[in-house]
């Protein structure tokens, strides 16, 4: 439960100012050189919510191993306090050892509670319960020596001895979350039962004294309602009214209070609701009562404060020991004189105290036992890592294999934690994420003195907005999860929230101030909810890490969404701005796709989905939306749906960037659309940074530009800064002052690893001349390219410090794209009336597509410009990318050229370009062919000079016609030209949905003088046709740490299931697996197998057949079988 967040406000601030100012570290002495854990026997025990006196007899501790009881020790704290403040003062390290006492044929300890009291401005005291631990927990061991307890005190009293107390008693069942959202859970439903009642017992009641009540009630009704209240039967006089509930809000708290005299120790308080309109909630929260208590022994006992020295505890007896436990991990007994049925002391210590007192032989709850505890010292690190990984036990594998990858590719030094290693050592046992914070601060504290600091966390596992598994959706979940902060808000829709952000303010005090807070390191989180899902997710970074940086990883997708006075368009022109003042940023081509620009048909804007869905499958290193969203799609207007994020199959995975709400709730019960972009291993996304709940539009917009002059940016060596840096560094543009600074930024999160960087190359292709006009600024005329010239550029490459790279040696390529156009979008609004009308700046269509080779860092290639072109005097656009064998490639944009005029000088072409090539799926198809009902026509088409792209001109834009009726003119998008040539390549165009029966196409292919080329071609479609396989092999045999299977066959650049099984050679099956995967044209995507059988083990060595099956729709194929020899390790 949350208290008041009035409450929390003032002690933080009272905490906040006896705190030293100026230091960002805490003194290392804070931290112990060797944890408790690293040497001697240890068992992890829990005890119960409410805490107190714990014994634990001697037999007890022989079962669990201890051979000399009395020699047993306890150490630990409970666990932690929820406050949010980074504070030396709070900070408790390691395992301290309690004083605990040997007596009665067993060990006494105190227990803490995992609740905190809080006492407001009227004196009334509640107990707030934790929002993450349920039990808290000790550690037992005998290599430490015990503890005795101290005693304290006089043995004697005064007039003035404290006699009564204030006692606060609750009723509290945590069950139901009504916004699966921040740390308040709710209990009993009252919709179906509407009246109940409670008997709250108060024992040692001080007979006629008045009791303090306090209903808390979590509704949620269209209209107000009410509850009423009853004391034995007896109608109290409150005002129960409960608001009706609107906008943004998953219900209400209401409090209703009363003061009543409690009869026999006790109130039997009964509850009505009374609904009114649709009634969604309607729960108990708590029920919280103060009262004047005796202080005196009873059957149980009894923990009481007093602000006065010298107390008196009624009906002690001499076996009755009290405990002075203000301070838990230093409790003192109480030095007390029995007599006269009772006994007296006085305390030398001023303010109040907290006791608690027991009879020997009174019943007393035991610890439960929860492990025997391994050798463990996380507070012994050799070397300051760069990175730390935390997961659960489950999910260790992948992550030590995450850690591998960075150490290799990046020389990064890694940690891999057990994240129950780190509760042990930073949260006394339990799984509070504060542990994850102070094992962060160790770290980095550490680090940054020895020159060093840490820089990135990775978090490998999901949170859960029930972090104690006590709602019946979370209970029944079978994956490991890490505890993850929730905010105290838990109604408001905007004022609840989770966030990573509490794990990386690491300076010291960080906490009262989130929003202006600096964060000290990236962190990332991986939800992965099995081990199977973490290492294809490790399996997508790898192969993300290895990928070729071609002309893909020099495009960035800008989707915005219609709607809300154009601000989404605005902000995501802002954020291109921001882009393009960066390196390598200003080397990217941004491709607009703005919703507003689309029409609207049937509620879907169908050609901005198509246009996004092929820039999505070409490849982009950056995915940018700005708009609406909701937990599983993004927009109302049907371009990316639920369906669409699991479909997708495209082979280069973007970084997307969502300045939208919910769009990664990854604590709720279900993933999010984010998480299953992730985690679609054939497609989707290699990492997300968006919302975990609501955020403001105009909020988002500070957060949108900040990202822009980060994301892309570079380091010092000249490599793109990671993906977690950038969105650290974002966040620090909107910390102090506090003009800038907002709680917004707490709403995003990193879905993914924080020290990947982007796939943007860190070299750059740089244009130097144009038919020998240098293009630096330095020609005082503009550089012209004219319609149907012969245009040579030349180039060089440059590393990430701008000198020209002499070891680079590959292949450049080159897009020109039109001058540039303005483009008005429709003005429509959200729900599709009439809204604003935005103006923007997009590049031309595409009109050349070319490439050269690369020599020592230099490149030069001929541009055929076409006949036709926009004809409009504002520039056009260059995007060039380069690869070797040797690097991560490079990229440049020049967008100081222009395309205009014509060329009148050149000789008069009047060849045809010639359709080599064309067939429909595999070269094996014949004229007539049968065909599935989505083939992919392919044609290799040349010319003499060059062939036309553009779609400037009326009647010379490529075109495929299919019976004559229907025309496809986005064939140029599907056109890759030739290594080596500029006047040659092929089109691959996907053919979909075609119905079935007899059909033909026409393709019709220009050249940059307009002269044409056509060729057709009939088939017939048959639904039921079967792929067909031509062969199946391993890409090692024999095989000795693992096989790739491939297979070729007729279904090009489509999305197969495929199952591929190995058999001994007697026929026993010894392992399968099917995989869904996009092929790559003639070929499947590689199906690995680690030489085990289905039960993990390795296989023996031998001969092994293996054979392989494709599904495509409603067929299959089976392919003929191979051998494979399997070597011995």
């Not at 050269?852 to 990318?881: C, H, K, L, Q």
Request: some cysteine; charged content about 20%; overall charge negative.
């Amino acid at each position: 439960m949350t208290d008041n967040i009035l409450q929390r406000i003032m002690l933080l601030v009272a905490l906040m100012a006896a705190m030293p100012v100026g230091a960002d570290a805490f003194e290392l002495t804070a931290y112990a050189d060797t944890s408790a854990l690293a040497s001697g026997r240890w068992i992890k025990v829990s005890t119960p919510q409410e805490g107190g006196i714990q014994f634990v007899s001697y037999s007890d501790l022989r079962k669990w191993g201890f051979a000399s009881p009395e020699r047993v020790s306890v150490a630990g704290y409970g666990t932690l306090t929820d406050a949010d403040i980074m504070s030396r003062a709070a900070y408790v390290d390691d395992l301290p050892q309690i004083p605990s006492l040997h007596a009665d044929g067993g060990i006494y300890f105190y227990a803490s509670p995992a609740s905190r009291k809080v006492t407001d401005d009227a004196g009334r005291v509640t107990e707030i319960a934790s929002p993450y631990v349920v039990r808290p927990c000790y550690f037992l061991t005998d290599s430490r020596s015990v503890i005795e307890l101290s005693t304290e005190g006089i043995a004697d009293g005064s007039a003035q001895s404290a006699t009564e107390f204030v006692s606060a008693v609750r009723h509290e069942t945590d069950a139901v979350s009504y916004g699966q959202s921040g740390r308040d859970l709710v209990g009993e439903d009252f919709r179906i039962t509407p009246s109940r009642v409670f008997r709250l017992d108060l024992p040692g009641h001080v007979e006629g004294s008045e009791a303090w009540v306090r209903v808390r009630f979590a509704s949620r009704t269209s209209a107000r309602s009410a509850i009423t209240l009853t004391a034995a039967g007896r109608r109290l006089d409150t005002d129960g009214t409960l608001p009706a509930v609107t906008g943004n809000n998953y219900g209400s708290l209401t409090d209703i209070e009363v003061v009543l005299t409690p009869v026999d120790g006790r109130i039997d308080l009964g509850i009505t609701f009374v609904g009114m309109g649709t009634i969604y909630s309607a729960n108990l929260d708590r029920i919280d009562v103060n009262y004047r208590r005796r202080i005196a022994m009873a059957s149980e006992p009894i923990v009481f404060t007093s602000a006065r020295p010298s107390v008196r505890l009624e009906r002690a007896v001499s076996t009755t020991r009290i405990w002075d436990i203000t301070d838990p991990l230093r409790p003192v007994a109480m030095n007390a004189a029995v007599s006269d049925g009772g006994a007296v002391w006085t305390n030398p210590f001023m303010g109040e105290r907290t006791y608690v007192a027991w009879n020997s032989g009174m019943a007393l709850p035991t610890p439960l036992f929860e492990a025997a505890v391994a050798s463990q010292n996380l507070h012994s690190v050799a070397v300051a890592p760069d990175m730390v990984i935390i997961a659960p036990h489950e999910l260790l594998a992948a992550a030590r294999r995450l850690a591998a990858l960075h150490e290799r590719h990046d020389s990064l030094v890694t940690l891999v934690v057990d994240q129950e290693h780190v509760f042990n050592e930073f949260a006394s046992g339990t799984a509070h994420p504060s542990a994850f914070r102070h094992y962060l601060k160790m770290l980095y504290d550490r680090g940054k003195a020895s020159g060093r600091p840490l820089r990135y966390a990775l978090m490998m596992g999901r949170g859960s907005f029930d972090n104690r598994r006590l709602t019946t959706s979370v209970g029944s979940l079978r994956q490991p999860l890490m505890p993850i902060w929730q905010s105290a808000e838990s109604m408001s829709e905007i004022g609840s929230y989770t966030t990573d952000d509490y794990l990386a303010q690491l300076e010291d005090n960080a906490g009262l101030r989130p929003d202006s807070d600096p964060y000290s390191i990236a962190v990332g989180r991986i939800t992965a909810r099995s081990e199977a899902e973490a290492s294809a997710y490790v399996d997508k970074l790898e192969r993300y890490m290895q990928v070729d940086h071609g002309s893909w990883a020099s495009r960035a997708v800008m989707l915005a969404d219609d709607g809300d006075n154009a601000s989404h368009m605005r902000q995501s022109e802002e954020q291109i701005q921001a882009f393009m003042s960066t390196r390598p940023g200003d080397a990217l081509l941004y491709e607009r796709v703005y919703l507003d620009a689309y029409p609207l048909v049937g509620g879907v804007c169908k050609e901005a989905r198509t246009r996004l869905h092929r820039l999505i499958d070409d490849g982009a290193v950056w995915w940018n939306y700005v708009g609406h969203a909701n937990k599983y799609y993004l927009s109302s207007q049907g371009v990316m749906t639920l369906n669409d994020i699991t479909s997708l199959r495209n082979r280069r995975w973007p970084v997307f960037f969502g300045a939208t709400c919910y769009f990664m709730q990854w604590d709720g019960v279900d993933q999010s659309g984010s998480e299953k972009l992730l985690f679609n291993s054939c497609g989707g996304v290699i990492a997300a940074i968006t919302a975990t709940r609501p955020v403001f539009i105009s909020e988002n917009a500070k957060l949108s530009k900040a990202m822009g002059l980060e994301a892309l940016g570079a380091d010092a060596d000249g490599r793109t800064v990671a993906i977690g840096e950038s969105l650290r560094r974002a966040k620090n543009r909107l910390a102090a002052p506090a003009s800038e600074s907002n709680s917004n930024k707490l709403r995003y999160a990193l879905l993914g690893d924080p020290a990947l960087r982007p796939a943007v190359a860190s070299s750059r292709v740089v244009l130097l001349e144009v038919d020998g006009r240098k293009v630096d600024g330095s020609d005082a005329d503009d550089i012209v390219m004219m319609a149907r010239s012969q245009v040579r550029l030349t180039g060089e490459i440059t590393d990430g410090q701008g000198r020209r790279d002499e070891a680079f040696s590959g292949r450049v390529s080159m897009v020109l794209y039109d001058a540039e156009r303005s483009v008005t979008t429709i003005g429509r609004d959200v729900d599709g009336s009439t809204g604003r009308r935005y103006t923007y700046e997009d590049h031309g269509s595409k009109i050349f597509e070319g490439g050269d080779t690369v020599i020592g860092g230099r490149w030069s290639m001929t541009v055929s410009m076409p006949s036709e072109i926009a004809d409009n005097y504002r520039p056009a656009t260059m995007v060039f990318s380069a690869t070797d064998n040797s690097s991560d490639g490079a990229s440049g944009c020049e967008r100081g050229v222009y395309v205009y005029g014509m060329d009148d000088s050149q000789p008069l072409d009047t060849v045809a370009p010639v359709i080599e090539s064309i067939y429909l799926n595999h070269p094996g198809f014949s004229d007539g062919g049968k065909v599935d009902q989505s083939p992919m026509l392919i044609a290799r088409i040349s010319d003499n000079v060059g062939i036309n792209l553009s779609t400037a001109g009326i009647g010379h834009t490529m075109t495929l016609r299919i019976d004559g009726r229907e025309s496809f003119n986005d064939i140029a998008s599907y056109y890759t030209p030739a290594s080596g040539s500029q006047a040659a390549g092929t089109i691959n165009y996907p053919l979909t949905a075609l119905a079935e029966g007899h059909h033909t196409l026409e393709l019709r292919v220009y050249d940059t003088s307009g002269n044409e080329a056509i060729a057709t071609l009939s088939f017939y479609v048959d639904s039921q046709l079967a792929p067909e396989i031509f062969d199946i092999y391993t890409d090692v045999n024999p095989a000795s740490t693992q096989a790739n299977f491939y297979l070729s066959h007729n279904r090009p650049d489509a999305v197969l299931g495929i199952t591929v099984s190995v058999y001994s050679m007697s026929g026993i099956l010894v392992w399968s697996t099917t995989v869904n995967d996009r092929s790559d044209m003639f070929t499947t995507a590689p199906v690995t197998w680690n030489l085990t059988d289905r039960s993990g083990r390795r296989v023996p060595r031998g001969i092994y057949i293996y054979r392989a099956e494709i599904v495509s729709g409603a067929t299959r194929t089976v392919s003929p079988a191979r051998r494979l020899a399997v070597t011995g390790h």
